[in-house]
C-alpha cells in the first residue's frame, strides 16, 4: 500500500513539474490531445459545434464581446495628449478646442455650422474613446439624429414625407458646410 502512495506521489509530482512547454513530450507520454506548443496554430473563424450542439467558447465570446472602433490616442496610451494625467485626468483644454488640436476645425471651413459644432459639443455625438459605431458615434443613423431632432417634426417636414430609414447623413453634413441645413 505505501508502495502504490508512493508510485502515485511520484507520478503526480511528475506531472506537476511537467506542466510547462518544455515538458510536453511527458504530458503528451500520459495524455492524448496535448497540444504541440512548437507547432504552429492558424486560428479559425469557424462555428464549432460539439456533439451537444453548443457553440464553442471563442464563438461565443466573439459575439458577446462587441468590436470596437477607437480613438487613435486611446490605444496608443497617450493619454497625456488630452488629459492631465498627474491632477486626475482633468482634460487639458475644453472642447471644441482640444479635439480642433487634431481634428478640422469645421469653424474654419464651414459657414452654415451644425448646432453641437457651434457649441463645441464634440461629445454630444461622438465618444472620445472607444464606440461600437464608426467614427466613434455614440449612435447610428437617425437615432443619432432623433437624439435631438423629433421625429414627428422631420418627417412633417416637406423634403422628408418617405425617409424611412434614410440615414441623415446621406444628404446632410453633420457638421457643416456652406448650404442651408448643411445640404450635400
Do not use: W
Request: net charge negative.
Amino acid at each position: 500500500m505505501k508502495k502504490r502512495i508512493a508510485i502515485s506521489l511520484s507520478i503526480s509530482l511528475l506531472l506537476i513539474s511537467a506542466c510547462s512547454s518544455s515538458n510536453y513530450e511527458i504530458l503528451s507520454f500520459f495524455f492524448d490531445g496535448v497540444p504541440d506548443p512548437n507547432e504552429q496554430r492558424i486560428e479559425t473563424q469557424e462555428v464549432v459545434i460539439d456533439s451537444t450542439g453548443i457553440k464553442s467558447r471563442t464563438e461565443i465570446l466573439r459575439k458577446a464581446t462587441p468590436e470596437f472602433v477607437f480613438h487613435g490616442p486611446f490605444v496608443a496610451k497617450l493619454c497625456d495628449e488630452c488629459h492631465n494625467t498627474e491632477q486626475g485626468f482633468k482634460i487639458l483644454k475644453e472642447e471644441p478646442a482640444l479635439c480642433y488640436e487634431c481634428h478640422d476645425n469645421f469653424e474654419e471651413s464651414a459657414t452654415v455650422l451644425h448646432g453641437p459644432v457651434v457649441a463645441g459639443y464634440c461629445t454630444e455625438c461622438h465618444h472620445p474613446h472607444k464606440s461600437e459605431n464608426e467614427f466613434l458615434l455614440l449612435k447610428t443613423g437617425q437615432d443619432l439624429c432623433y437624439k435631438c431632432h423629433e421625429k414627428t417634426s422631420i418627417s412633417r417636414n416637406e423634403e422628408h414625407p418617405d425617409i424611412e430609414d434614410e440615414n441623415c447623413i446621406t444628404c446632410h453634413d453633420p457638421h457643416g458646410n456652406n448650404e442651408e441645413y448643411f445640404l450635400l
